[in-house]
C-alpha cells in the first residue's frame, strides 16, 4: 500500500476527525435540547433533521479539504461518528437534561410570577361575558315587547 503521509501524520489527522466529530455532536445535542424546550410540529423537527445533515456534511468535506487534501478516507469518517457518539453518551446527555431541567425550572418560575395577571384576566373575561349574555338577553326581551306590543 502506498500512503502519502507518514503513520504519525495519520493518527494526528484521526484525532482532528474525532474532534470535528465530537463538535458535530455538540451542535447536535444544542439542537435536540432546544427543540426539548420548545415544542416543534412534527414537519419543523423533519426540517431541523435535513437542516442538521447537511451542515453536519458540509462540516465533513471543509474538514476532509482542509487537513486531508480533499481525500476522504473511511477511517476518518468513523472516528467523526465516533466524536460524536462519545460525545453523546459520556457529556451530551448529562449537559441536555440539565439545560432542560433548567429551561423547565424556569418555565414553572414564569408560571407562577404571572399565574395573578392570567387568573384575573380570566376572571374579568368571565364577568363581561356574563354582562354581555345579560345585556343581551334584556334586549332580547325588549324586542319580544315590542313586536308582541306592536
Not at 126 to 143: D, N, P
Request: charged letters at 15%; glycine letters at 8%.
Amino acid at each position: 500500500m502506498n500512503y502519502s503521509e507518514p503513520l504519525s501524520q495519520q493518527v494526528f489527522i484521526f484525532i482532528r476527525a474525532f474532534g470535528s466529530g465530537f463538535i458535530i455532536g455538540v451542535i447536535y445535542d444544542l439542537i435536540f435540547t432546544l427543540r426539548s424546550l420548545i415544542s416543534s410540529k412534527k414537519s419543523a423537527i423533519i426540517f431541523q433533521d435535513i437542516l442538521f445533515g447537511i451542515i453536519s456534511s458540509v462540516f465533513s468535506f471543509f474538514f476532509m479539504v482542509l487537513f486531508n487534501n480533499g481525500i476522504v478516507r473511511l477511517n476518518l469518517i468513523i472516528a467523526e461518528a465516533l466524536g460524536a457518539v462519545v460525545f453523546h453518551f459520556a457529556l451530551g446527555k448529562g449537559i441536555s437534561s440539565a439545560i432542560i431541567g433548567v429551561g423547565d425550572s424556569i418555565r414553572k418560575i414564569v408560571k407562577t410570577i404571572f399565574y395573578p395577571i392570567v387568573w384575573l384576566k380570566k376572571k374579568t373575561t368571565q364577568i363581561f361575558v356574563g354582562a354581555k349574555e345579560k345585556i343581551s338577553s334584556g334586549i332580547t326581551k325588549l324586542k319580544n315587547k315590542k313586536i308582541k306590543k306592536g
